[in-house]
């Protein structure tokens, strides 16, 4: 039994360290670049720069000619016409045909070459659309990854404090059994060492919280290994790059794609009303056409030899005795024989050359209202062009505001928290001495604890905001 139990142990604590060595560490860049891969908003705007893509290829392939050909053939029974000789034939006749036909618009009222220019507009504003999807995935995963990185730090110093009042309870229990402290003070911090407990299963549970979020931003099943590295910072380094939020904005406004996006979707609606102002013009256009049949009635002389004999073609009958009536043909003299297929299509070619005009003259004012509407769609254009600059230039506004604001709480949550590390170290020192009592104790305990959190939650909000200015100006998300 104790073999068994040694082996089921060694399995398990093999299996343990295995799931601890395959845990992969995740940097901030893999994770952006792993959201970019994965996520479902920026697959969406993929698949509509590939519409995009199709639709700018399309307008494009407009110019060039359209090609038809088609054939046909079978059987006529009874009275008909021979669809090579056009007479009337009271047999069966096989037949067979082939065309083809080709057009090309020379004048569309530049419809196709405005066509071709909104539809490159729009591809570029989809890719434009694609890079701000990427841009708000990526700076949502950087929140969560921060958000991480917070409650790890927050759980070290529970864990510190768990510690560092696990001392002072052991120290308190010695002093009590010498009889140099009252019980009280043990009961005192021993409900003290309690409460930093729960601090910290608080402090876990809020891990796996952040864990949790980061892990579907990045749609990582929860209960896969996961780990983040925990990058060094240099929290003096961080200074807010620029004084003047509208310097942020008039380089960020250059550069972000939400404002090229709505830029491109207002040029390709300036050309969707040029496009619809051409077709109240005229039309001109270029057709081809070639046709040729066969027809297993027909002969063909052979070998002409200059002279000319008279063929009895039939022509019909009479209604009354269903008699078949004749007429003599003169053909040149010579042998005849069946006509091919390859020769009669081969004779039977016609061609034809076309040039085409419409002139729109009346077309129950759909023109008129299609102008109207591209109208409408470009000033629709200018209002969402408007707010997204509008949008951009509060965001930024607010990140500058947030920035400061988090620069000033981290410097005020560090002179409040060296103050008070001072006035703990002074309170445990008199309770050492039996100066104070343990609630005078645990209150600048509990304020120290609470410093540390206010000033760690000061610290990533600092590093988070300035790294938002920081990818507004166009720098790259990162922690180093």
Known sequence: MLKKLLSIALILFGYSAYSQTSTKVWTLAECVQYAKEQNLQIQNAQLNVESAEIGYSQAKANLLPSITAGGGGGYRFGRSIDPVSNLFVDTQVGNMSLNVGSNVTLFQGRQLVNNIKQSQSNLQASQYSLQDTEFTISV??????????????????????????GEQLARTKRLVEAGAAPLANQLDIDAQFASDELAVVNAENQLAIAFLGLKQSLLIPASEPFD???????????????????????????????????????????????????????????????????????????????????????????????ETVFRDQQIPGGEIQGYTVGGQFRDNISQSLNLQLNIPVFNRFNVRNNISRAKIEKRRAEVQTNQAEQTLRQTIEAAFTDASAASKSYQANTRRLSSLEEAFRAAESRFNQGAVNAVDYQ????????????????????????????FYMGKPLSLN
């Open 443 to 470: 209150v600048a305990s509990n304020n120290l604890i609470r410093a540390r959190i206010d000033l760690l939650r000061a610290k990533y909000e600092l590093i988070f905001r300035t790294k938002v200015l920081d």
């Open 228 to 322: 983040i590295v925990e990058p060094i910072i240099d929290i003096e380094a961080l200074q807010i790059s620029i004084a003047d939020p509208d310097v942020v904005y008039g380089i960020s406004s250059a550069t972000q794609p939400s404002i090229k996006a709505a830029e491109m979707n207002l040029l390709a609606a300036e050309y969707g009303v040029k496009s619809a102002k051409g077709a109240s013009l005229p039309t001109i256009g270029i057709g081809y056409a070639a046709f040729t049949n066969y027809s297993d009635i027909r002969n063909q002389v052979f070998r002409p030899d200059g002279t000319f004999q008279t063929v009895a073609t039939p022509v019909g009958y009479v209604g009354s005795t269903r």
């Open 140 to 165: 949502n995963v950087a929140s969560q990854y921060l958000n991480v990185l917070f409650a790890k730090a927050q759980l070290e110093n529970t864990q510190l404090q768990v510690k560092i009042t």
